[in-house]
Protein backbone atom coordinates (compact mmCIF):
# COMPACT_ATOMS: atom_id res chain seq x y z
CA UNK A 1 0.00 0.00 0.00
CA UNK A 2 1.79 3.31 -0.66
CA UNK A 3 0.51 6.92 0.42
CA UNK A 4 1.38 10.43 -0.79
CA UNK A 5 4.03 12.08 2.32
CA UNK A 6 1.82 14.45 3.68
CA UNK A 7 -0.43 11.33 4.27
CA UNK A 8 1.83 10.18 6.86
CA UNK A 9 2.28 13.40 8.02
CA UNK A 10 -1.21 13.82 8.78
CA UNK A 11 -1.02 10.13 10.55
CA UNK A 12 1.64 11.66 12.74
CA UNK A 13 0.08 14.50 13.03
CA UNK A 14 -2.87 12.98 14.27
CA UNK A 15 -1.70 10.75 16.48
CA UNK A 16 0.39 13.93 18.34
CA UNK A 17 -2.75 15.96 18.33
CA UNK A 18 -4.25 12.62 20.31
CA UNK A 19 -1.59 13.09 22.64
CA UNK A 20 -1.79 16.39 23.13
CA UNK A 21 -4.64 16.52 24.37
CA UNK A 22 -4.88 13.46 26.07
CA UNK A 23 -2.05 14.35 28.18
CA UNK A 24 -3.76 17.84 29.69
CA UNK A 25 -4.19 16.02 32.28
CA UNK A 26 -0.41 15.95 33.39
CA UNK A 27 1.01 18.80 34.66
CA UNK A 28 2.80 21.12 32.50
CA UNK A 29 6.22 20.17 32.63
CA UNK A 30 5.64 16.32 32.64
CA UNK A 31 3.38 16.66 29.74
CA UNK A 32 5.84 18.83 27.59
CA UNK A 33 8.51 16.00 28.40
CA UNK A 34 6.19 13.63 27.16
CA UNK A 35 5.38 15.14 24.24
CA UNK A 36 8.61 15.77 23.51
CA UNK A 37 9.55 12.04 24.27
CA UNK A 38 6.97 10.44 22.05
CA UNK A 39 7.42 12.81 18.89
CA UNK A 40 11.47 12.16 19.31
CA UNK A 41 10.56 8.81 19.54
CA UNK A 42 8.50 9.37 15.85
CA UNK A 43 11.30 10.98 14.47
CA UNK A 44 13.75 8.23 14.82
CA UNK A 45 10.96 4.73 14.12
CA UNK A 46 10.09 6.54 11.11
CA UNK A 47 13.31 7.57 10.00
CA UNK A 48 13.59 3.82 9.57
CA UNK A 49 10.57 3.04 7.88
CA UNK A 50 9.43 3.60 3.87
CA UNK A 51 7.35 6.74 4.29
CA UNK A 52 4.95 5.79 1.02
CA UNK A 53 4.25 2.24 3.15
CA UNK A 54 1.04 3.22 5.06
CA UNK A 55 1.13 -0.21 6.73
CA UNK A 56 4.46 0.17 8.34
CA UNK A 57 3.55 3.73 9.29
CA UNK A 58 0.18 2.94 11.18
CA UNK A 59 2.70 -0.42 12.76
CA UNK A 60 5.05 2.36 14.30
CA UNK A 61 2.18 4.04 15.73
CA UNK A 62 0.51 1.20 16.91
CA UNK A 63 3.66 0.00 18.79
CA UNK A 64 3.18 3.11 20.54
CA UNK A 65 -0.14 1.97 21.85
CA UNK A 66 -2.78 4.51 21.58
CA UNK A 67 -2.25 7.99 23.13
CA UNK A 68 -5.03 8.42 25.62
CA UNK A 69 -3.79 4.88 27.19
CA UNK A 70 0.08 6.22 27.08
CA UNK A 71 -1.22 9.00 29.19
CA UNK A 72 -3.25 6.58 31.48
CA UNK A 73 -0.01 5.47 32.36
CA UNK A 74 1.82 8.64 33.11
CA UNK A 75 -0.99 9.64 35.32
CA UNK A 76 -0.79 5.58 37.49
CA UNK A 77 2.99 6.56 37.26
CA UNK A 78 2.53 9.88 39.61
CA UNK A 79 1.81 7.49 41.65
CA UNK A 80 3.87 4.93 44.22
CA UNK A 81 4.66 2.00 42.01
CA UNK A 82 4.67 -1.52 43.17
CA UNK A 83 8.39 -1.21 43.99
CA UNK A 84 8.51 2.02 44.45
CA UNK A 85 6.88 2.71 48.14
CA UNK A 86 6.91 -0.39 50.94
CA UNK A 87 3.87 1.39 52.67
CA UNK A 88 0.34 -0.26 51.38
CA UNK A 89 -1.49 1.53 49.24
CA UNK A 90 -0.76 5.40 50.32
CA UNK A 91 0.26 7.78 48.57
CA UNK A 92 4.11 9.17 49.40
CA UNK A 93 5.05 12.49 49.16
CA UNK A 94 7.85 12.00 47.30
CA UNK A 95 5.84 10.44 43.65
CA UNK A 96 2.17 12.24 43.99
CA UNK A 97 3.49 16.20 44.30
CA UNK A 98 2.08 17.54 40.76
CA UNK A 99 5.30 19.75 40.30
CA UNK A 100 8.61 18.40 41.68
CA UNK A 101 11.23 20.81 42.78
CA UNK A 102 13.82 19.18 39.80
CA UNK A 103 11.98 20.48 36.54
CA UNK A 104 14.99 19.98 34.65
CA UNK A 105 12.86 18.71 31.69
CA UNK A 106 11.25 21.94 29.86
CA UNK A 107 11.61 25.09 29.57
CA UNK A 108 13.25 27.50 31.89
CA UNK A 109 14.06 26.59 35.23
CA UNK A 110 15.60 28.40 37.78
CA UNK A 111 18.90 27.22 36.93
CA UNK A 112 18.28 28.42 33.30
CA UNK A 113 17.45 31.71 34.30
CA UNK A 114 19.88 32.53 36.60
CA UNK A 115 22.71 31.72 34.04
CA UNK A 116 21.47 33.71 31.52
CA UNK A 117 21.03 36.62 33.93
CA UNK A 118 24.74 35.67 35.07
CA UNK A 119 26.39 35.14 31.86
CA UNK A 120 26.08 38.73 30.72
CA UNK A 121 26.14 41.10 34.07
CA UNK A 122 27.63 38.37 36.53
CA UNK A 123 30.93 39.66 36.30
CA UNK A 124 29.84 43.08 36.47
CA UNK A 125 28.37 42.65 39.43
CA UNK A 126 30.14 40.18 41.42
CA UNK A 127 34.01 40.77 39.24
CA UNK A 128 34.91 37.30 37.32
CA UNK A 129 33.14 35.39 40.01
CA UNK A 130 29.43 35.82 39.14
CA UNK A 131 30.25 35.47 35.30
CA UNK A 132 32.28 31.70 36.46
CA UNK A 133 28.77 30.96 38.51
CA UNK A 134 26.84 31.62 35.40
CA UNK A 135 29.15 29.28 33.61
CA UNK A 136 29.19 26.91 35.99
CA UNK A 137 25.11 26.95 35.78
CA UNK A 138 25.53 26.92 32.00
CA UNK A 139 27.22 23.63 31.88
CA UNK A 140 25.35 21.83 34.67
CA UNK A 141 22.00 22.52 32.90
CA UNK A 142 20.48 19.62 30.68
CA UNK A 143 18.45 22.10 28.75
CA UNK A 144 21.54 23.34 26.13
CA UNK A 145 23.88 20.85 24.19
CA UNK A 146 27.31 21.66 24.19
CA UNK A 147 27.44 23.47 21.14
CA UNK A 148 24.89 26.09 22.95
CA UNK A 149 27.20 26.12 26.38
CA UNK A 150 30.60 26.63 24.47
CA UNK A 151 28.80 29.98 22.71
CA UNK A 152 27.64 30.44 25.89
CA UNK A 153 30.71 30.46 27.58
CA UNK A 154 33.19 32.45 24.46
CA UNK A 155 30.65 34.65 24.27
CA UNK A 156 32.05 36.75 25.68
CA UNK A 157 34.48 35.34 28.78
CA UNK A 158 33.38 37.44 31.80
CA UNK A 159 30.32 39.07 30.38
CA UNK A 160 30.24 42.45 30.02
CA UNK A 161 32.95 42.98 32.12
CA UNK A 162 34.87 42.43 29.07
CA UNK A 163 33.46 45.26 26.65
CA UNK A 164 33.37 47.53 29.42
CA UNK A 165 37.27 47.31 30.62
CA UNK A 166 37.97 47.80 26.34
CA UNK A 167 35.63 50.78 26.62
CA UNK A 168 37.17 51.80 29.66
CA UNK A 169 41.00 51.53 28.32
CA UNK A 170 40.07 52.30 24.81
CA UNK A 171 39.31 56.03 25.94
CA UNK A 172 42.20 58.25 24.96
CA UNK A 173 42.67 60.71 28.13
CA UNK A 174 44.55 64.26 27.22
CA UNK A 175 45.44 67.06 29.63
CA UNK A 176 47.01 69.94 28.48
CA UNK A 177 49.27 71.61 30.50
CA UNK A 178 48.10 75.42 30.74
CA UNK A 179 51.45 76.86 31.56
CA UNK A 180 53.01 75.28 28.75
CA UNK A 181 50.38 74.30 26.69
CA UNK A 182 51.54 71.39 25.48
CA UNK A 183 49.31 68.96 24.84
CA UNK A 184 49.59 65.10 26.26
CA UNK A 185 47.57 62.14 25.81
CA UNK A 186 47.63 58.70 27.83
CA UNK A 187 46.16 55.44 26.28
CA UNK A 188 45.21 54.27 23.05
CA UNK A 189 42.68 54.83 20.99
CA UNK A 190 41.41 53.32 17.85
CA UNK A 191 40.24 54.82 15.09
CA UNK A 192 36.52 55.32 14.79
CA UNK A 193 36.10 53.23 11.57
CA UNK A 194 37.32 50.42 13.75
CA UNK A 195 36.10 51.23 17.32
CA UNK A 196 32.42 52.21 16.07
CA UNK A 197 31.65 48.97 14.97
CA UNK A 198 34.26 46.85 17.22
CA UNK A 199 32.10 48.38 20.15
CA UNK A 200 28.56 47.55 18.80
CA UNK A 201 29.57 43.81 18.36
CA UNK A 202 31.20 43.91 21.77
CA UNK A 203 28.24 45.17 23.56
CA UNK A 204 25.15 42.91 21.00
CA UNK A 205 26.92 39.77 21.15
CA UNK A 206 25.66 39.23 24.84
CA UNK A 207 22.56 39.86 24.10
CA UNK A 208 22.29 38.33 21.12
CA UNK A 209 23.85 34.87 23.29
CA UNK A 210 21.27 35.47 26.18
CA UNK A 211 18.46 35.82 22.89
CA UNK A 212 20.09 32.54 21.85
CA UNK A 213 20.50 30.10 24.85
CA UNK A 214 16.24 31.58 26.01
CA UNK A 215 15.44 30.08 22.78
CA UNK A 216 17.01 27.15 23.04
CA UNK A 217 15.90 26.03 26.64
CA UNK A 218 12.47 26.55 25.44
CA UNK A 219 12.57 24.61 22.17
CA UNK A 220 10.97 21.10 22.08
CA UNK A 221 12.63 19.13 19.18
CA UNK A 222 10.15 19.47 16.36
CA UNK A 223 8.87 16.44 14.31
CA UNK A 224 9.34 16.42 10.44
CA UNK A 225 10.92 14.34 7.86
CA UNK B 1 -6.74 0.64 40.35
CA UNK B 2 -8.76 -2.12 37.93
CA UNK B 3 -7.36 -5.43 38.74
CA UNK B 4 -5.36 -6.24 35.71
CA UNK B 5 -3.97 -9.84 36.01
CA UNK B 6 -0.47 -10.28 37.74
CA UNK B 7 1.79 -10.65 34.67
CA UNK B 8 1.19 -6.59 34.02
CA UNK B 9 2.12 -5.52 37.69
CA UNK B 10 5.34 -7.55 37.46
CA UNK B 11 6.12 -6.44 34.40
CA UNK B 12 5.16 -2.45 35.89
CA UNK B 13 7.14 -3.21 38.77
CA UNK B 14 10.47 -4.45 37.17
CA UNK B 15 10.75 -2.84 33.42
CA UNK B 16 12.16 0.26 35.71
CA UNK B 17 15.27 -1.67 36.50
CA UNK B 18 15.67 -3.02 33.42
CA UNK B 19 16.14 0.23 32.08
CA UNK B 20 18.35 1.76 34.80
CA UNK B 21 20.54 -1.75 33.62
CA UNK B 22 20.54 -0.86 29.93
CA UNK B 23 21.89 2.64 31.33
CA UNK B 24 24.36 0.60 33.18
CA UNK B 25 27.66 1.52 30.81
CA UNK B 26 26.32 3.74 28.77
CA UNK B 27 24.32 6.81 28.34
CA UNK B 28 21.04 6.03 25.81
CA UNK B 29 18.52 8.05 23.97
CA UNK B 30 14.68 7.46 24.61
CA UNK B 31 14.42 5.40 21.24
CA UNK B 32 17.07 3.26 21.34
CA UNK B 33 15.91 2.23 25.10
CA UNK B 34 12.33 1.42 24.15
CA UNK B 35 13.96 -0.02 20.71
CA UNK B 36 16.53 -2.65 23.20
CA UNK B 37 13.38 -3.19 25.60
CA UNK B 38 11.36 -4.04 22.60
CA UNK B 39 13.66 -6.92 21.43
CA UNK B 40 13.21 -8.95 24.11
CA UNK B 41 9.67 -10.30 24.16
CA UNK B 42 7.34 -10.12 26.28
CA UNK B 43 8.89 -6.85 28.80
CA UNK B 44 7.03 -3.94 26.99
CA UNK B 45 3.57 -3.95 25.99
CA UNK B 46 2.90 -0.40 24.17
CA UNK B 47 6.40 1.18 23.63
CA UNK B 48 4.66 4.56 24.09
CA UNK B 49 4.51 3.81 27.93
CA UNK B 50 8.18 3.41 28.48
CA UNK B 51 8.48 7.44 28.13
CA UNK B 52 6.62 8.27 31.26
CA UNK B 53 8.64 5.88 33.07
CA UNK B 54 11.59 7.50 31.80
CA UNK B 55 10.02 11.07 33.22
CA UNK B 56 9.67 9.46 36.83
CA UNK B 57 13.04 7.80 37.33
CA UNK B 58 14.24 11.43 36.08
CA UNK B 59 12.31 13.28 38.69
CA UNK B 60 13.28 10.65 41.27
CA UNK B 61 17.01 11.08 39.99
CA UNK B 62 17.28 7.75 39.72
CA UNK B 63 18.48 9.23 35.58
CA UNK B 64 19.55 11.87 34.75
CA UNK B 65 19.19 13.86 31.44
CA UNK B 66 21.00 15.91 28.92
CA UNK B 67 20.42 16.99 25.26
CA UNK B 68 23.13 16.14 22.16
CA UNK B 69 22.97 16.55 19.10
CA UNK B 70 22.42 13.66 16.59
CA UNK B 71 23.97 13.26 13.04
CA UNK B 72 20.41 13.30 11.63
CA UNK B 73 17.32 15.20 12.84
CA UNK B 74 16.86 17.66 16.46
CA UNK B 75 19.04 17.13 19.00
CA UNK B 76 18.11 13.77 20.78
CA UNK B 77 17.13 13.61 25.15
CA UNK B 78 20.06 11.25 26.52
CA UNK B 79 19.32 9.24 29.78
CA UNK B 80 22.30 8.52 32.38
CA UNK B 81 22.39 6.36 35.03
CA UNK B 82 23.16 8.45 38.23
CA UNK B 83 24.58 7.29 41.80
CA UNK B 84 21.69 6.42 43.42
CA UNK B 85 20.65 4.67 39.98
CA UNK B 86 23.18 2.84 40.36
CA UNK B 87 22.55 2.13 44.12
CA UNK B 88 18.78 1.48 43.76
CA UNK B 89 19.96 -0.79 40.62
CA UNK B 90 22.49 -3.50 42.61
CA UNK B 91 19.57 -3.47 45.50
CA UNK B 92 17.34 -4.39 43.09
CA UNK B 93 20.02 -7.09 41.48
CA UNK B 94 19.88 -8.94 45.19
CA UNK B 95 16.14 -8.64 46.01
CA UNK B 96 15.39 -9.70 42.90
CA UNK B 97 17.84 -12.86 42.89
CA UNK B 98 16.15 -13.79 46.30
CA UNK B 99 12.77 -13.31 45.32
CA UNK B 100 12.89 -15.22 41.95
CA UNK B 101 14.63 -18.24 43.65
CA UNK B 102 11.28 -18.75 46.54
CA UNK B 103 9.08 -18.28 43.64
CA UNK B 104 10.66 -21.22 41.91
CA UNK B 105 11.20 -23.10 44.64
CA UNK B 106 7.40 -22.70 45.57
CA UNK B 107 6.71 -23.39 41.99
CA UNK B 108 8.64 -26.38 41.72
CA UNK B 109 7.04 -27.82 44.60
CA UNK B 110 5.64 -31.35 43.84
CA UNK B 111 5.59 -31.20 40.26
CA UNK B 112 7.78 -33.67 38.53
CA UNK B 113 11.18 -32.69 37.51
Not at chain 1, 105 to 134: D, K, N, Q, T
Not at chain 2, 60 to 89: C, D, F, I
Request: net charge negative; charged share 20%.
Amino acid sequence: MTMPDTQRQRLVAEYLSRLDAAAHRLPPDQRTELVDGIREHLDSALAGVDPANEAQVRAVLDRLGAPEEIVADAVEDGRPSWSGSTGGGAPSWSTVGSAPATQAGSGLGVREILAVILLPIGGVILPVLGWFIGVVLLWTSDRWTTRDKIIGTFVWPGGYLLPLAFGLFAGQVCTSDPSTGVESCSGWSMPAWLGVPVSIVLFLAPLAVVGYLITRARRSPVAGP
Amino acid sequence: MEPRGLAPQLRRGTVEYCVLALLRDQERYGFELVHELSAVDGMVTSEGTIYPLLSRLRREELVSTSWRESETGPPRRYYRLTRSGQRALDEFSDEWARFRDAVDHFLSIGRPR
